[in-house]
Every structure is written in structure tokens, then in C-alpha cells.
């Protein structure tokens, strides 16, 4: 039973007005399960997508996506940095258990509602009648931003890691610089629109391929790594904290090392985006979540501590390639081919990575668009016949990527900044998700039937456990790296971030609150 019921009958998205389809045409064109269709029906939207997703392929892209091991091994630095092998170790842990309960709660919810719009439609459901309409739009805003500049970090961080590639073989030769990264950005981002529309019929099995290479590849570097690089000391690797900054504490060292970890399981409310292409969502989903939380995680603790045992000699994080990894690849196998070959998986990878952001991206854009929220809201929503993709949404994304891409020609750290903001902004929209949901259930407040069902105590835990981590998360991601810093060392995030937020309220009180009614008020009551 839907929670509120204003047009039992139609619903307006963007000034059109949406009439149901026809069941045969959802199962036989769309692949829609009865579930799928009865789901779509309820929250009042056409199926307009096609679901070629099933559980296998929907996993691999969610795995994809968060990169986990891949990551680490580029954000390790950070956390050694801040914390120690050890600070780095316990960090880790603890975040892969704490985002096992941000998405199980995720989870819960998108089993609910299985639509592209994700958190900001489950906003609108569950919110308190009086703010659903202005936390939802926020919400909404969070996400898209959120993902908009996901994707431009993404293909940043292949585009150098190719550089970084570069500067490993032609060391004499070759002078970096920011430019080259950029052409390179650029270049990764028109592949990535492709694959997303030439080649959207087959994204599911691109999707199936990169998760074989996912698995593969990740042995195909720890085993060298373990066999080839003397390791260290357990005792050492497993108790030496570090303080290098100088903060007060070393536990608040650790803390604020903890973004090292935290990054590479960020994000996987992606596959949430994509459920209206998915068969059997409101089953399949949050099992996609929590399963591949559960493993992506595991796999980045292993790399992790694969990483602390076998770095060897610290100057290997200067490394001139700008990623330590790459160094520390040519160092244990002494063979520019080895390292080459084991760098070529992390940049595969991270290629594959940029094109499962994008998909994620343009469906949360396309959502919200349906929904009236967005400038030129009916053209990004727009879904041409025959495509079965939003292309409008996806030419979008691509667009403003390649406009932040040049933001690194003049300013290295300007685009870092911006960059780094969809860490604060998507850990924003989580918390502000689970802590309604969590209200409600508090509050003994009806909840919509959930095929995923944590029961009453342990359900209310997990998202308390949830909610206490996004927080936690949310103070230390706009942490600089240095007590007392410079200007130029200064996280400038939480600006930017605040500066975001300012700004899609004032746009709601000029223009949002006109035309946004939020998807709560078009849902129907089904018997």
C-alpha cells in the first residue's frame, strides 16, 4: 500500500501526462517480471528502459563500480599517511562493516521502491508530510551532483593512471603534464558515452566480462605481489600507528585517514539507479547491494594488507608516476613488461569503472528529470524510441564531465575540490534516507511491504549502525590532511559543498517548489 495517494489514475512528470502500458507489451519488449510491472505501476512511471540486468550482470556492474581493491590501492597513501599501516588496517575493517549496513539499509528501502530515482524518491515516500517535498528535492540534488562529478573523477583517475604508466617507461623523455591528463579525460568520456548508447543493448554483458577481469585481475596482482616483494614484519604491520601531520591524537590521525578507505566503497546505490533495468528488482537489489558490498569489501581489505606487507622502502609513495602502486609494481618484479601488464588491469578496470558511473549518472539524472525537478526536464527525460536509454541524460552528463575535466588545466587543486565533493554529498543523501526511515520505524509509522526484510530489532540496529557511520563519514571527509594547514593544503570541500547546498535551496524557493511536486504524490494504492 502506498503510503499517500493523490492521482490514482495518472501521473505528471515534467508536464506530460504518463497512461499505463500494456502488461504484455512491459514482459515481451521491456522483460518486465509481474513484480517489475506491478512495482512500476504503483509508483505511477512508464516502463521506459529495458531491463537486460539480472543478478549476475547487475552484481558485476555494482562491483565495477565501487572498485574496490583497485582504489585502495591508489588511496592507501592517504591513509598511511594519516594512521599508519596499522591506522590504515583497523580503518579499513571498519568500513567495509560499517557500509555493509548502509547498504543493507539502502537495501531495504530499494526493495520498497525499486526505481531509478533512489534516495530522492524514497524521500518523498517516507518523509513527514509536511518536508517530503523540500528534503526530497534536495536530496535529489545531492545525488545528481553527486554522481555528475563521480564521473568526472572516475575518468580522471584513468586518464592519469595512464600518465602515471607513461612516466614508469620514458622517465627521461617524457615532461607530465596537466594537459595530457586532460586530452586523455576527455577522450576515456566520448568512450564512455558510446558504450552507454551504441553499445547499451550489451552494457550487461561488458558488465559480466569486467567482473571476470575484476576477479581474475585482482590475483593476477596480489600473487606476484606476494611472491616477488620481500614483506614486512606482522608485528610491525599490524601495530605501528603513525602521526606524521601532527594532529593532537593519533586516533584522530586514524580518523582522518579513514577517507582513504572510504572511497572505494562509496557509491554503490548506483545499481539502485538502474533498477528499472533490472528483472525482478525489488527482490534482486538489495541482495546486489549488500552481496557485493560484502565481497568488494573483503577483496579491499586483502589488497590492503597485501599493500602494507610488500611495500618495502616508504619512498616508494613519491613516486615520480604520481601512484605508488605503479612503483611499487616495478620494484617487486623488476620488469617494466610485469609492471606494465598488472598496471594495464587497474586502468582496464578503472575504464570500465568511469563507463558503470556514467550508466549510474545519466539514470539518477533521467529520474529526476522525469519528475519535473531539472531545467529542460522533459528533454533530459526524454527517451528516444528504439534506444531504450536516455540518451538526452547521458549526452548531459558527458557535457558538464568534460567541462569539469578542464577545470584541471588551470588549477590542479580547483578540480581536485570539486571532485572531491561527491564524497559529502552522496554521504549526505544516505543519511538523510536512513534517518527517516529509521524515524518511522522508531515511531511504529507504517512502512511499504519489503522483500527484504532485516526484521524489527536487528532491521532498526542495522540502521542505526548506518546512520552512525554516515555521520562519522561525513565530519572526517572534509578533514584536511594537515593540523594548522596552509591555504593551498586546505580541504575546500566543505565550501564548495556548502556553497552546493545554498544554492539548490534557493533554486527550490524560486523555481523548484513551482514545478516539483515529488513522486509521493503520484504513487497509487494497490489492493
Known amino acids: 500500500m502506498a503510503l499517500y495517494d493523490k492521482s490514482p489514475n495518472v501521473s505528471h512528470t515534467g508536464g506530460d501526462i504518463m497512461y ?3 502488461a504484455h507489451e512491459m514482459h515481451d519488449v521491456y522483460k518486465s517480471t509481474a513484480t517489475d510491472q506491478r512495482d512500476m505501476i ?44 596499522a591506522g590504515l588496517l583497523y580503518t579499513n575493517l571498519a568500513t567495509w562493516l560499517g557500509f555493509i549496513c548502509v547498504y543493507a539499509s539502502l537495501g531495504e528501502q530499494g526493495s520498497m521502491a525499486p526505481t ?10 517516507f518523509s513527514p508530510r509536511s518536508c517530503q517535498k523540500f528534503l526530497s528535492y ?60 551504441f553499445l547499451a543493448q550489451r552494457l550487461h554483458l561488458v558488465e559480466g566480462c569486467a567482473l571476470a577481469l575484476h576477479i581474475c585481475g585482482f590475483f593476477g596482482i596480489l600473487i606476484p605481489l606476494w611472491v616477488l616483494s620481500p614483506t614486512a614484519n606482522s608485528h610491525d604491520v599490524w601495530t605501528t600507528f603513525s602521526n606524521t601531520p601532527g594532529w593532537p591524537t593519533t586516533g584522530l590521525s586514524c580518523m582522518v585517514g579513514t577517507v582513504a578507505s572510504v572511497a572505494p566503497l562509496l557509491g554503490a546505490d548506483a545499481a539502485a539507479h538502474m533498477a528499472e533495468e533490472l528483472q525482478d528488482a525489488s527482490y534482486t537489489l538489495p541482495r546486489i547491494l549488500t552481496w557485493a558490498t560484502t565481497i568488494n569489501g573483503g577483496l579491499m581489505f586483502i589488497m590492503c594488507i597485501t599493500f602494507c606487507y610488500t611495500m618495502g622502502d616508504p619512498s616508494v609513495l613519491d613516486s615520480p608516476t604520481g601512484y605508488p602502486f605503479i612503483q611499487l609494481f616495478y620494484n617487486s618484479t623488476g620488469s617494466y613488461a610485469a609492471a606494465n601488464a598488472m598496471t594495464a588491469i587497474i586502468i582496464i578496470l578503472s575504464f570500465f569503472t568511469a563507463i558503470t558511473i556514467t550508466a549510474g549518472s545519466s539514470r539518477q539524472l533521467f529520474a529526476f528529470a522525469r519528475d519535473g525537478a531539472m531545467p529542460f526536464s522533459s528533454w533530459i527525460a526524454k527517451v528516444r524510441p528504439g534506444w531504450d536509454v536516455p540518451v538526452n541524460a547521458i549526452l548531459v552528463i558527458f557535457g558538464v564531465a568534460v567541462l569539469l575535466s578542464l577545470i584541471n588545466i588551470g588549477s590542479a587543486l580547483a578540480f581536485s575540490i570539486i571532485t572531491s565533493l561527491g564524497t559529502g554529498t552522496l554521504t549526505l543523501s544516505y543519511i538523510v534516507t536512513i534517518a527517516i526511515v529509521t524515524w518511522r520505524k522508531i515511531t511504529g509509522q507504517q512502512l511499504l511491504p519489503s522483500r527484504f526484510n532485516m526484521g524489527k530489532t536487528f532491521g532498526l540496529l542495522v540502521n542505526l549502525i548506518a546512520l552512525g557511520w554516515m555521520v ?43 514545478k516539483y511536486d515529488g513522486p509521493v504524490e503520484y504513487v497509487r494504492k494497490l489492493d
Request: proline content about 5%.
Open 42 to 85: 504503483r509508483m505511477n512511471k512508464p516502463q521506459q528502459l529495458r531491463r537486460n540486468f539480472r543478478f549476475t550482470t547487475m552484481f558485476g556492474f555494482s562491483v565495477i563500480l565501487m572498485a574496490s581493491w583497485e582504489v585502495i590501492l591508489a588511496t592507501a597513501p592517504l591513509g598511511l599517511l594519516n594512521g599508519g599501516t
Open 472 to 514: 562519522v563519514v561525513l565530519i572526517f571527509c572534509f578533514f584536511p590532511l594537515f593540523p594548522d594547514p596552509l591555504p593551498a593544503d586546505m580541504n575546500w570541500a566543505v565550501v564548495v559543498w556548502g556553497g552546493v547546498i545554498l544554492f539548490s535551496m534557493f533554486y527550490y524557493i524560486v523555481w523548484g517548489r513551482k
Open 138 to 197: 534536495q536530496v535529489g540534488w545531492l545525488g545528481v551532483l553527486g554522481w555528475q562529478v563521480g564521473v568526472a573523477f572516475a575518468s580522471y583517475l584513468a586518464a592519469t593512471e595512464i600518465q602515471g604508466l607513461i612516466i614508469l617507461n620514458h622517465p627521461d623523455t617524457y615532461v607530465p603534464q596537466r594537459w595530457h591528463g586532460t586530452l586523455m579525460q576527455i577522450l576515456l568520456l566520448v568512450l564512455c558515452v558510446l558504450f552507454n548508447t
Open 116 to 125: 531509478s530515482g533512489g534516495q530522492y524518491h524514497w524521500v518523498s515516500e
Open 20 to 22: 499505463e502500458q500494456d
